[in-house]
């Protein structure tokens, strides 16, 4: 029988943090779920128009809701993989320069792989480009 370690591993301040993300990442997901699941219904049939002007605004209505669902989606999968992140335990390191990603950044954008460093001189080479 093994013996139980009486030591009780002591969240630091970050893994708290990291498990209250977690937690809002799993809320924010379900809520995106649910309102994807709410307007699955609402998307405008394609036929049925026989007037070409209701064609085209049903035409555009439907590229708006395609275009709303897919942002929405893709913003499900980014969770997702934040999530499985946080669980493989590799969370909130900067993909770039492999640094701690600042608390504060997390918190603000818990979805972001990047420290604010690496960000900005990203969106600096994007602007010369
Ligand atoms: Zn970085």
Redesign the pocket.
Known sequence: MKKATAAKKSLTKREKLIQKIRKQLIEQKAKLVAEAEATRGELPDEGNHPDPGDQASAESDRNFMLRLRNREYKLIRKIDETITIIDNGEYGI?E??G?EIDARRLEARPVAT??I??KTRQEENEKLG
């Open positions: 900067c770039d320069c640094e990047f420290c460093e690496c």
